[in-house]
């Protein structure tokens, strides 16, 4: 009966840490993915802005001259 008891708390133990992993990973993977996608909006951002900034244009004899 012992080593039935052993075992039991043997698997419960094993599938509470193998689903801890598993709750883990998830999370892990969560905000990996999400800081992946936030990195590159904000460097899309950056790049929108500073090619605005960059941008003149001045209209001489009804020409657009871009600089």
């Known amino acids: 009966m012992r080593l039935f008891l052993h075992s039991i708390l043997i698997l419960f133990l094993y599938l509470s840490v193998r689903s801890w992993g598993n709750r ?3 999370i892990y993977n969560f905000f990996s ?3 992946i996608e936030l990195l590159k909006n904000s460097i899309v951002q950056f ?3 500073t090619s605005i ?3 003149h244009e001045t209209k001489t004899d009804g ?3 871009f600089g």
């Open 24 to 26: 883990i990973q998830s």
């Open 33 to 35: 993915k999400n800081t």
């Open 47 to 49: 790049y929108k802005t």
């Open 53 to 55: 900034d960059h941008f």
């Open 63 to 65: 020409e657009l001259i």
